[in-house]
């Protein structure tokens, strides 16, 4: 089955995936700068308690809409 996908794959979407992961990697690097410098700069404890209870929160609101 391996052998098969491999023989399918073409390197146009090697480097489409490869674009696509460092976009991504990329884009939460951003998030995650901008949260440390604006969610309680000051407090880096705090700040992390907050971004674990916001995602939290998010991911539970998330998960309930149907």
Do not use: H
Request: no cysteine.
């Amino acid at each position: 089955m391996m052998e098969e996908m491999f023989r399918r794959t073409k390197a146009k979407d090697v480097v489409l995936i490869l674009i696509a992961s460092i976009a991504i990697v990329g884009f939460w690097r951003g998030v995650w700068n901008l949260m440390d410098k604006f969610l309680f700069p000051e407090n880096f404890i705090i700040s992390q308690v907050i971004s674990i209870v916001i995602g939290t929160l998010l991911l539970l609101l998330l998960s309930r809409i149907k």
